[in-house]
């Protein structure tokens, strides 16, 4: 079965500290995407990551890829309250690039 | 150009109405593809194009028929939608054709209500 379990599914946050989201999938793959999707909107690409090991940074955010235990992480440092969004990550199952997505993880940030 | 449009915003539709979403993108992707977002929830694909024609029917209703006129564009017709089917619909795009590896990028929906 082609699966994406991210947890936590929700995650309210205070400002300034450290969390981080877990994406486990289900088979092989080695294309992991992470969206954001605020309220009301479409999806915005955040990280594409392509090999194991790879390790992507972009301001407070940071999405890591283990390919062999199938798990990617979205670290958050030092939320912000800008940052509250739902968060999605995806793999590209081979097959006619066909993206499986996670439940997606609703992030708040509170002051 | 990194953008995919799409039109209208918003539409609401009785449920014996005929209409169409529209979706296009300059950027000379390859691949493209419909997907339904209900509230809460992440995106279903619904269908992929590549290289114009269908590769992938994620077994639509036929209320949702697709089409692909040229490699810029990409409709979906609605006919006799149910209330069910109101949702967010996203259109995407890829280079490459469907199968390649390379990030979907996303336009901003159509809000779609069926009354």
């Known amino acids: 079965e082609l699966k994406v379990e991210q947890n936590p599914l929700f995650l309210s946050m205070q400002e300034g500290k450290n969390y981080t989201i877990y994406c486990n999938y289900s088979?092989?793959?080695?294309?992991l995407y992470w969206y954001r999707q605020d309220p009301g909107k479409s999806l915005e690409s955040l990280f594409v990551?392509?090999?194991?090991?790879a390790v992507k940074q972009e301001g407070r955010l940071m999405a890591s890829l283990d390919t062999k235990a199938r798990l990617s992480t979205l670290h958050i440092t030092a939320a912000v309250h800008d940052l509250s969004a739902t968060y999605f990550c995806?793999?590209?199952?081979?097959?006619?690039?066909?993206?499986?997505f996670g439940q997606g993880t609703e992030l708040s940030v509170k002051p | 150009d990194t953008e995919v449009t799409q039109t209208p915003k918003h539409l609401v539709m009785g449920m014996t109405n005929k209409k169409s979403l529209k979706c296009e993108q300059h950027?000379?992707?390859?691949?493209m593809y419909w997907y339904k977002q209900k509230a809460k929830k992440p995106p279903e694909l619904m269908f992929v194009?590549?290289?114009?024609?269908?590769?992938i029917n994620e077994s639509v209703p036929s209320r949702f028929s697709p089409e692909c006129p040229n490699s810029s564009l990409l409709n979906l017709h609605l006919h006799a939608l149910q209330p069910e089917d109101s949702a967010l619909y996203l259109c995407?795009?890829?280079?490459?054709?469907?199968?390649?590896?390379?990030?979907?990028?996303f336009g901003p929906g159509t809000r779609l209500t069926v009354t």
């Open positions: 950027m000379g992707h390859r691949a």
């Open positions: 995407a795009s890829s280079q490459g054709g469907g199968g390649s590896p390379y990030e979907q990028y």
């Open positions: 088979t092989t793959s080695d294309r």
């Open positions: 990551l392509l090999s194991n090991g």
């Open positions: 995806a793999f590209l199952y081979n097959q006619g690039g066909k993206l499986i």
């Open positions: 194009y590549s290289y114009e024609k269908l590769s």
